[in-house]
């Protein structure tokens, strides 16, 4: 398995190459009067929470600026995998981007302290963490790796769901094959659950669910069902392991060419299209749950929580090892107690 800190480290690959030169080409295309809209790119399909909170985003900007600042979204994953187009994005063949925690882990340590396995007690302690100073520290930690952080969105509770039956302890997932986000940290949270963790993309997932290549994923209601994976790895296990943000970055290239006003204006769309994504994000988990359990799917709650969180805590360790790192860890903890 190849090393996510490897892939960070070994610039652009060929396929990135390509990719931006493709997105150079649609940029071209995008011409406006005043300049070009900004491209953004998302992996998940267009009505998805995170992508009508960049529309969203878009919106206030026109209104804002009387037309003469845009965002256009390509989602989907038409512009390439979370790591391609990040990597696009960081060396300014994209303007912005929505990408998971996953391959940030990878550049920045700080980003790992929000995908820590039970850090967060709720949704709601996740979102009063990242609304605070705390989050504004993480997404100011990317500035030095050329990515301007603009806001967090919501990814929900993430699950555990496969082919094979239902997850009450960690005893019952040894010897799975689970599909992880390429991230070195989710790997070791498999691994310390006994189970074998296969990288992977998104986009490939029902596939090899389908073919036996892996027997299941660890993701949230919406995108368990908007991908289908429904359909073929019917076992749904409420284990709610990792309660982590998603992230809308922008290129710190394509920053540094706009005039102060327009950075502050392109960062309070962002802060601002927050409560839009929020609301239509708890929604879509409603829906989704809805869609689900009519569809058949088998849910279970887990027998023991403190199990699994106990069998994930090394992982805290192992992750969690710079005095920055620590503090901020302390401190969410900390406002979990009084939140």
Same mark, same amino acid.
């Given at each position: !398995?190849?090393?996510?800190?490897?892939?960070?480290?070994?610039?652009?690959?060929?396929?990135?190459?390509?990719?931006?030169?493709?997105?150079?080409?649609?940029?071209?295309?995008?011409?406006?009067?005043?300049?070009?809209?900004?491209?953004?790119?998302? /992996?998940?399909?267009?009505?998805?929470?995170?992508? /009508?909170?960049?529309?969203?985003? @878009?919106?206030?900007?026109?209104?804002?600026?009387?037309?003469?600042?845009?965002?256009?979204?390509?989602?989907?994953?038409?512009?390439?995998?979370?790591?391609?187009?990040?990597?696009?994005?960081?060396?300014?063949?994209?303007? !912005?981007?929505?990408?998971?925690?996953?391959?940030?882990?990878?550049?920045?340590?700080?980003?790992?302290?929000?995908?820590?396995?039970?850090?967060?007690?709720?949704?709601?302690?996740?979102?009063?963490?990242?609304?605070?100073?705390?989050?504004?520290?993480?997404? +100011?930690?990317?500035?030095?790796?050329?990515?301007?952080?603009?806001?967090?969105?919501?990814?929900?509770?993430?699950?555990?769901?496969?082919?094979?039956?239902?997850?009450?302890?960690?005893?019952?997932?040894?010897?799975?094959?689970?599909?992880?986000?390429?991230?070195?940290?989710?790997?070791?949270?498999?691994?310390?659950?006994?189970?074998?963790?296969?990288?992977?993309?998104? +986009?490939?997932?029902?596939? @090899?669910?389908?073919?036996?290549?892996?027997?299941?994923?660890?993701?949230?209601?919406?995108?368990?069902?908007?991908?289908?994976?429904?359909?073929?790895?019917?076992?749904?296990?409420? /284990?709610?392991?990792?309660?982590?943000?998603?992230?809308?970055?922008?290129?710190?290239?394509?920053?540094?060419?706009?005039?102060?006003?327009?950075?502050?204006?392109?960062?309070?769309?962002?802060?601002?299209?927050?409560?839009? !994504?929020?609301?239509?994000?708890?929604? @879509?988990?409603?829906?989704?749950?809805?869609?689900?359990?009519?569809?058949?799917?088998?849910?279970?709650?887990? +027998?023991?929580?403190?199990?699994?969180?106990?069998? !994930?805590?090394?992982?805290?360790?192992?992750?969690?090892?710079?005095?920055?790192?620590?503090?901020?860890?302390?401190?969410?903890?900390?406002?979990?107690?009084?939140?």
């Amino acid at each position: !398995m190849t090393n996510t800190k490897e892939i960070a480290s070994e610039g652009l690959s060929r396929r990135s190459v390509l990719l931006a030169g493709a997105a150079a080409g649609v940029l071209s295309a995008c011409g406006r009067k005043g300049g070009r809209a900004f491209l953004s790119s998302d /992996t998940h399909p267009p009505d998805y929470p995170t992508v /009508t909170a960049v529309d969203e985003m @878009a919106r206030l900007l026109r209104e804002r600026t009387d037309g003469r600042l845009d965002i256009k979204t390509y989602a989907g994953g038409q512009l390439g995998s979370e790591r391609d187009t990040l990597e696009i994005t960081v060396f300014g063949g994209l303007d !912005m981007n929505r990408v998971n925690l996953a391959p940030l882990n990878a550049i920045e340590p700080v980003t790992t302290i929000p995908a820590l396995p039970f850090l967060f007690r709720s949704n709601e302690h996740m979102r009063q963490a990242l609304d605070s100073p705390i989050g504004d520290e993480i997404l +100011a930690s990317l500035t030095k790796h050329d990515l301007i952080g603009l806001c967090f969105y919501d990814s929900g509770d993430r699950n555990f769901y496969n082919t094979k039956r239902p997850i009450y302890t960690p005893a019952d997932m040894k010897g799975m094959k689970i599909r992880v986000p390429n991230s070195d940290l989710y790997v070791s949270m498999i691994k310390a659950l006994g189970a074998d963790a296969t990288p992977m993309s998104l +986009a490939e997932v029902y596939q @090899a669910l389908v073919q036996g290549v892996i027997d299941g994923a660890e993701n949230n209601w919406p995108s368990y069902e908007s991908g289908r994976h429904f359909e073929v790895a019917p076992y749904y296990s409420l /284990t709610h392991h990792v309660i982590a943000p998603e992230v809308l970055v922008m290129s710190k290239r394509r920053w540094d060419k706009l005039s102060k006003p327009d950075q502050e204006r392109v960062r309070q769309a962002a802060k601002d299209s927050v409560p839009f !994504m929020r609301k239509h994000w708890d929604a @879509a988990v409603d829906e989704a749950r809805s869609k689900l359990l009519a569809a058949g799917i088998k849910v279970n709650e887990i +027998a023991d929580p403190a199990a699994f969180a106990a069998a !994930m805590r090394p992982v805290w360790n192992k992750y969690v090892v710079t005095d920055e790192q620590k503090r901020l860890l302390k401190e969410i903890e900390a406002m979990s107690e009084v939140g």
